[in-house]
Nanobody, 115 residues
């Protein structure tokens, strides 16, 4: 069983930056997918960025060039650096891990972008 704990969410002004961190209770080395999702009020949960099969990285079109996902197996962490934040980035951000048919989710961390 793997537990994921997110941190780093906050309120920030448009144009600002935040770094989210996801700490796993167990090793993430074997996880085929480590990703960040987000869910805004009234909207479906959507993929923001993901490390797929340990080598491929994917980003949602809306965050390309602004967000960077980084995975550190030795520390069992997956971080999301978010720059040039906009109000439309406001959402609860969730860490996600998958290995085979097993999936794990964190409890989420709130990011609010407003002036």
């Amino acid at each position: 069983q793997v537990q994921l704990v997110e941190s780093g969410g906050a309120q920030v002004q448009p144009g600002g930056s935040l770094r989210l961190s996801c700490l796993a209770s167990g090793t993430i080395f074997s996880m085929t997918i480590m990703a960040w999702y987000r869910q805004a009020p009234g909207k479906k949960r959507e993929l923001v960025a993901g490390h797929i099969n340990r080598s491929n990285i994917v980003y949602a079109d809306s965050v390309k060039g602004r967000f960077t996902i980084s995975r550190e197996n030795a520390r069992n962490t997956v971080d999301l650096q978010m720059n040039s934040l906009q109000p439309e980035d406001t959402a609860v951000y969730y860490c996600h891990a998958k290995y085979g048919t097993r999936e794990y989710w964190g409890q989420g961390t709130q990011v609010t972008v407003s002036s």
